[in-house]
């Protein structure tokens, strides 16, 4: 019955290939049609790409060195703010890699984008 209520389905991509419509139209399990919503699948993750600002615990310092690291980031051209507890802001991808690579970290899991070991 459609009351209009979301339905929250779990299934395999066979499942999921037999049950769409060429239209994009599920067919439920009470027999019924819906849509996905593709907003509500993959909305409000926080730290995947598009996900900006990132806050980092590993690039972060002690809230008494907040002040300092500041100042230093200026400093390097790399402007970067600090949440109040300490963790880096980060506002892109690139301003990401720029900041890390330039204190020394970089991402082990990373791609060519992400941080990567400077061999000095």
């Known amino acids: ?13 066979i ?9 994009g139209t599920i ?6 049609y819906g849509k996905r919503d593709f907003k509500a699948e993959h ?5 995947t790409p598009g996900a900006w600002p990132m806050y980092s615990d590993a690039a972060g ?9 500041v100042e230093h980031a ?9 949440t109040s507890d300490g963790q880096a802001i980060f506002t892109s991808r690139a301003h990401r890699k720029r900041y890390c690579e330039a ?14 070991r400077c061999h000095r």
């Open 15 to 23: 499942d999921r290939i037999s049950r769409e419509l060429s239209d």
């Open 103 to 116: 204190i020394g970290l970089f991402d082990r899991s990373g791609g060519y984008s992400d941080p990567q």
């Open 74 to 82: 200026r400093a390097i051209g790399i402007p970067t703010d600090f």
């Open 43 to 47: 909305g409000g993750f926080v730290n």
């Open 61 to 69: 310092v002690g809230e008494h060195q907040i002040p300092e690291a």
């Open 1 to 13: 019955m459609d009351n209009g209520a979301p339905v929250e389905l779990t299934m395999t991509i």
């Open 27 to 32: 067919i439920l399990p009470d027999g019924g």
